[in-house]
């Protein structure tokens, strides 16, 4: 995945592998610039995505709502 910005790439664990004209930048540690992992999940047609890696599953947090849209 890249930046359609800045050109920088990650790899699918969310590495950084690629960062181009890295010369006009300071020295830093490519590993302080892994993209963060998320919670992705999918309810009907919508996609959730939640940064909080303590965060309860989706469904369990929508339990109630289901049965109360379903009709609709």
């Known amino acids: 995945m890249a930046c359609n910005y800045h050109r920088w790439t990650w790899d699918l664990r ?27 999940d999918v309810w009907g047609q ?6 909080n890696p303590a ?3 989706l469904l369990e947090f929508l339990a109630p709502l289901p049965a109360r849209v379903g009709p609709y």
């Open 14 to 40: 969310g590495q950084l592998t690629k960062v181009p004209e890295r010369e006009g930048f300071p020295a830093f540690d490519d590993a302080c610039f892994a993209l963060r992992q998320v919670s992705v």
């Open 46 to 51: 919508f996609v959730f995505v939640n940064a």
């Open 55 to 57: 965060a309860e599953p």
